[in-house]
């Protein structure tokens, strides 16, 4: 593992911390902005770049511009589009609408900003120089039972992806958290239905093996011309700091990316350290990334691979929201652990996209799969969901 003081000698990224000297720094805003080419950093601006998933939630951030200011950095660096999380765990429908209302009141007041409902919506944003935004929830809860009544709504309130279930057992399925975990549920069966029919992505990222693999067949038998999508995942066979065979924190069998693969669709790798490396992981650099990329090539395709940074505005928040609500991180302590490690080393798609892109072409990748993994991918699967 390399540790932080070995990163701030080999990657010159001491000025880019200097904020944080002296103190302990959780906020995303410090986390580091990686190296890349003049043409790297043009080309990026250039194309369509997605960052499939983020949690930026109202309550992580910890000064009333942190919004305003990472979505602008974004913006900048020429990230097209994101999906950020606006429900997860056992949160309800009222959840879901408070959280995404704090969004769509930035987005109302900036006109930069853009929430994108269909695949000419990002294209819009991308050729305008806006921002777009559409929803995840990481679970099946703010359905509130009734996927019939509460999907439309969703839907039409810009939810583009869910999940469902989150880390604990759930009424559509069970997390990864669980350690007996079964199949998709019946009821889980029904909301696969409903999101089908009203054009929301099914993604599996936080589904134990059984569900996810059981939800993917489901969803696949139904509607075989639909994708599914796992918006923040990774390689378990990279990963390290489990015992053999226990597969947890969100990382992905090769039958299960494969069978995401076999519907067309797309494993969009978290960039969080402790999930894309191992629990003891502090810092994830673009190499890292790009070996994940590398490994998805070849067991699948280019086509079926995307980013995600998962990331938060201020990871302190997170820490503590974990801590206070143990019952959706039954993991004996690993979540609070790995949150608490991470504090500045995760990849915010601004500061390590275009160093990514670096390190692609450093590989031998071609412009074009160099596009597909930055959002030409997910651009074809919203297509044909979304429209």
């Given at each position: 593992?390399?540790?932080?003081?070995?990163?701030?000698?080999?990657?010159?990224?001491?000025?880019?911390?200097?904020?944080?000297?002296?103190?302990?720094?959780?906020?995303?805003?410090?986390?580091?902005?990686?190296?890349?080419?003049?043409?790297?950093?043009?080309?990026?601006?250039?194309?369509?770049?997605?960052?499939?998933?983020?949690?930026?939630?109202?309550?992580?951030?910890?000064?009333?511009?942190?919004?305003?200011?990472?979505?602008?950095?974004?913006?900048?660096?020429?990230?097209?589009?994101?999906?950020?999380?606006?429900?997860?765990?056992?949160?309800?429908f009222d959840t879901?609408?408070?959280?995404?209302?704090?969004?769509?009141?930035?987005?109302?007041?900036?006109?930069?900003?853009?929430?994108?409902?269909?695949?000419?919506?990002?294209?819009?944003?991308?050729?305008?120089?806006?921002?777009?935004?559409?929803?995840?929830?990481?679970?099946a809860e703010i359905?509130?039972?009734?996927?019939?009544?509460?999907?439309?709504?969703?839907?039409?309130?810009?939810?583009?992806?869910?999940?469902?279930?989150?880390?604990?057992?759930?009424?559509?399925?069970?997390?990864?958290?669980?350690?007996?975990?079964?199949?998709?549920?019946?009821?889980?069966?029904?909301?696969?239905?409903?999101?089908?029919?009203?054009?929301?992505?099914?993604?599996?990222?936080?589904?134990?093996?059984?569900?996810?693999?059981?939800?993917?067949?489901?969803?696949?038998?139904?509607?075989?011309?639909?994708?599914?999508?796992?918006?923040?995942?990774?390689?378990?066979?990279?990963?390290?700091?489990?015992?053999?065979?226990?597969?947890?924190?969100?990382?992905?069998?090769?039958?299960?990316?494969?069978?995401?693969?076999?519907?067309?669709?797309?494993?969009?790798?978290?960039?969080?350290?402790?999930?894309?490396?191992?629990?003891?992981?502090?810092?994830?650099?673009?190499?890292?990334?790009?070996?994940?990329?590398?490994?998805?090539?070849?067991?699948?395709?280019?086509?079926?691979?995307?980013?995600?940074?998962?990331?938060?505005?201020?990871?302190?928040?997170?820490?503590?929201?974990?801590?206070?609500?143990?019952?959706?991180?039954?993991?004996?302590?690993?979540?609070?652990?790995?949150?608490?490690?991470?504090?500045?080393?995760?990849?915010?798609?601004?500061?390590?996209?275009?160093?990514?892109?670096?390190?692609?072409?450093?590989?031998?990748?071609?412009?074009?799969?160099?596009?597909?993994?930055?959002?030409?991918n997910f651009s074809?699967?919203?297509?044909?969901?979304?429209?």
């Open positions: 593992m390399q540790n932080r003081r070995a990163f701030l000698k080999t990657a010159g990224a001491a000025a880019a911390l200097s904020a944080t000297c002296g103190k302990m720094t959780w906020a995303s805003e410090y986390s580091p902005v990686w190296e890349s080419s003049d043409k790297a950093a043009q080309f990026l601006k250039e194309i369509v770049a997605i960052d499939s998933l983020n949690a930026n939630f109202e309550q992580t951030a910890t000064r009333p511009e942190m919004w305003d200011e990472y979505y602008t950095r974004a913006l900048e660096a020429g990230i097209t589009a994101t999906g950020v999380t606006t429900a997860q765990g056992i949160n309800d879901f609408a408070r959280e995404t209302s704090y969004n769509l009141r930035k987005i109302a007041a900036d006109d930069r900003f853009m929430v994108v409902r269909a695949a000419g919506d990002i294209r819009r944003a991308h050729e305008e120089g806006k921002y777009g935004f559409f929803w995840n929830s990481q679970s359905l509130n039972n009734q996927p019939d009544i509460y999907m439309p709504v969703a839907k039409s309130m810009g939810l583009g992806t869910m999940g469902l279930a989150y880390n604990e057992r759930q009424r559509a399925g069970d997390g990864n958290f669980v350690l007996s975990p079964g199949p998709i549920s019946a009821y889980g069966k029904t909301v696969v239905d409903a999101m089908q029919r009203h054009g929301v992505l099914v993604d599996t990222s936080h589904a134990s093996e059984p569900t996810a693999l059981s939800t993917i067949e489901y969803a696949k038998k139904m509607r075989p011309d639909l994708p599914v999508i796992e918006t923040h995942s990774s390689a378990h066979a990279l990963y390290s700091g489990y015992p053999e065979g226990e597969i947890r924190l969100r990382t992905s069998s090769d039958e299960r990316i494969q069978a995401v693969a076999d519907t067309g669709g797309v494993v969009s790798l978290c960039m969080l350290p402790f999930i894309m490396i191992s629990p003891q992981t502090e810092l994830t650099r673009p190499q890292d990334v790009v070996d994940r990329i590398d490994y998805m090539r070849d067991l699948t395709s280019i086509d079926n691979v995307g980013l995600s940074s998962d990331d938060g505005f201020d990871w302190s928040k997170i820490y503590e929201f974990g801590k206070s609500n143990p019952e959706q991180f039954d993991d004996g302590g690993l979540s609070a652990a790995v949150n608490k490690l991470a504090t500045t080393g995760i990849g915010e798609a601004a500061k390590i996209y275009a160093a990514i892109i670096d390190e692609m072409w450093l590989r031998g990748y071609s412009d074009e799969d160099v596009k597909k993994v930055m959002g030409g074809r699967i919203f297509e044909q969901v979304w429209g």
